[in-house]
């Protein structure tokens, strides 16, 4: 079961800006991850499946990450 999401954005946020507002409901929708969900949920993947996925991708951001850390450390050297 999902839990359900509500987004909504007023006119007055985006002080009448229509292209700002549209801009801002996309960029909570992304953040809800409303359109990952409802891509995940239209086919079945099995539950190894998912397992393995969301290994690879926890892999996959513990790593980017990791160089991130060390981005910073050389800048930090490379000031020194």
């Not at 006119?11 to 409901?25: S, T």
């Not at 359109?35 to 290994?55: H, M």
Request: net charge positive; aromatic share 4%; charged share 50%.
């Amino acid at each position: 079961m999902r839990k359900q999401v509500k987004v909504s954005v007023n006119l007055k946020q985006c002080h009448g800006n229509v292209e700002k507002m549209i801009r801002r409901f996309i960029k909570k929708t992304k953040k809800e991850k409303i359109v990952e969900q409802a891509r995940e949920g239209r086919y079945y993947t099995k539950p190894s499946d998912a397992k393995r996925e969301k290994r690879r991708r926890a892999e996959r951001a513990r790593l980017r990450e990791e160089r991130k850390h060390l981005r910073a450390e050389e800048r930090r050297n490379r000031n020194n």
